[in-house]
């Protein structure tokens, strides 16, 4: 089943890809997610910026479907130089 609109959605399934940004201690957390049953995927709410940076929560493309949560370990201090690279507007850029 795909996309089926009698389904309500009862479970989501969530796929969480941890990284961290080379030359830095900056760590991501993608997080990806689906309807178990009919395998529609979830769009957050809100209006992300599209890219990677150390300093804010981003999506990876349009459409709110991946969204990227940048993070330390409490206790820590950034250090490094991360690349990044973001479109503040993307509704208004395309
Ligand atoms: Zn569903």
Same mark, same amino acid.
């Given at each position: 089943?795909? %996309?089926?609109? =009698?389904c309500h959605?009862?479970? @989501?399934? &969530?796929?969480?890809?941890?990284?961290?940004?080379?030359?830095?201690?900056?760590?991501?957390?993608?997080?990806? %997610?689906k309807? =178990?049953?009919?395998?529609?995927? @979830?769009? &957050?709410?809100?209006?992300f910026?599209?890219?990677?940076?150390?300093?804010?929560?981003?999506?990876?493309?349009? %459409?709110?479907?991946?969204?990227?949560?940048?993070?330390?370990?409490e206790?820590?201090?950034?250090?490094?130089n991360?690349p990044?690279?973001?479109v503040?507007?993307?509704?208004?850029?395309?």
């Amino acid at each position: 089943m795909s %996309g089926s609109s =009698k389904c309500h959605h009862p479970e @989501i399934d &969530f796929n969480l890809e941890h990284a961290i940004f080379k030359d830095t201690n900056i760590r991501y957390l993608e997080i990806i %997610g689906k309807c =178990k049953i009919c395998e529609t995927p @979830i769009q &957050f709410q809100g209006n992300f910026p599209v890219g990677v940076t150390p300093d804010f929560p981003t999506q990876v493309e349009l %459409g709110n479907r991946n969204i990227v949560l940048p993070f330390l370990v409490e206790g820590e201090i950034y250090d490094g130089n991360s690349p990044s690279f973001y479109v503040k507007d993307p509704e208004i850029e395309n």
